[in-house]
């Protein structure tokens, strides 16, 4: 059985950082991509970083270049996303997302991605 655990959300004042994290059972992540999706109030799903396979190789959008570092532990099977200067408008709750295919590289797309875990609350504010 696929799943997938975020964890490490929580309150932290503008500037703050976090690292989040997704466990992964049921798959060895080291053969997927794996990306990281965030939604706030009111508004759709966000591709905003993902991970590939055999080189690493890393996309971020835009809105958080330059301040989030996605990463992975093949030998803990968890992926990671720290977060630094973090700014009021990355509240949201913040979903990781498994390629079941074999794919090297990645992508931000929600149609890339075939399993979702639950997601976790970020609540940037002072």
């Known amino acids: 059985q696929v799943q997938l655990v975020e964890s490490g959300g929580g309150l932290v004042q503008p500037g703050g950082s976090l690292r989040l994290s997704c466990a992964a059972s049921?798959?060895?992540?080291?053969?997927?991509?794996i990306g990281w999706f965030r939604q706030a109030p009111g508004k759709g799903r966000e591709g905003i970083s993902c991970?590939?396979?055999?080189?690493?190789?890393?996309i971020y959008a835009d809105s958080v270049k330059g301040r989030f570092t996605i990463s992975r532990d093949n030998a803990k099977n968890t992926a990671y996303l720290q977060m630094n200067s973090l700014k009021p408008e990355d509240t949201a709750v913040y979903y990781c997302?498994?390629?079941?295919?074999?794919?090297?590289?990645?992508?931000?797309?929600?149609?890339?991605?075939?399993?979702w875990g639950q997601g976790t609350q970020v609540t940037v504010s002072s």
């Open positions: 991970i590939g396979t055999s080189d690493g190789s890393t």
């Open positions: 049921g798959f060895t992540l080291a053969n997927h991509a």
């Open positions: 997302a498994l390629d079941r295919g074999f794919g090297s590289s990645c992508g931000i797309g929600f149609y890339d991605y075939d399993y």
